[in-house]
């Protein structure tokens, strides 16, 4: 249905989904943020940890965070200080610092993820059609949710 198309009686309005949406995504982080806390972790710093997928920049984890710079320094201070986190030198730019995510900090990540146990509670309730709808709509969404912030 495009922007300009009437609504059917049976479908909700944007401010009905983004009601919906915000309350998921509350929910969700709740669960994140109880996960995280049972490795010792902050919200913060676990979200730090999910956002590795290989060496971010200290500056692009600001970005991430919607933080001042001088934020995250104190936040990887902490996580280097476990060793779930190290800096590297960046090859193109030798005074930019990648921080990258240790074994320890990769399997502690994907441990809070797996004991997000209302999140995956309220995912099993759907049924494999279900699962592939919402992953694909999810999908279609993400890139436009994504694209203004980085």
């Not at 009601?19 to 996960?35: H, K, S, V």
């Not at 710079?69 to 986190?85: C, F, P, Q």
């Not at 900090?105 to 592939?132: K, N, P, W």
């Amino acid at each position: 249905m495009s922007a300009t198309s009437p609504r059917t009686p049976h479908s909700p309005a944007k401010l009905q989904l983004l009601e919906l949406l915000a309350a998921i995504g509350t929910a969700q982080w709740r669960d994140f943020a109880a996960a995280a806390a049972r490795y010792g972790l902050t919200s913060t710093q676990a979200k730090v940890l999910a956002q590795l997928e290989g060496p971010v920049p200290m500056r692009g984890l600001a970005t991430l965070l919607a933080c001042d710079a001088s934020n995250v320094t104190g936040i990887v201070d902490r996580l280097e200080a476990r060793e779930l986190v190290r800096r590297e030198p960046s090859a193109a730019d030798r005074r930019v610092k990648n921080v990258v995510a240790t074994e320890a900090g990769r399997e502690t990540i994907r441990r809070v993820r797996e004991e997000m146990q209302a999140t995956h509670g309220a995912l099993d309730t759907l049924d494999e059609e279900e699962s592939a709808t919402l992953y694909a709509l999810l999908e279609r969404l993400r890139p436009m949710l994504e694209r203004d912030s980085g």
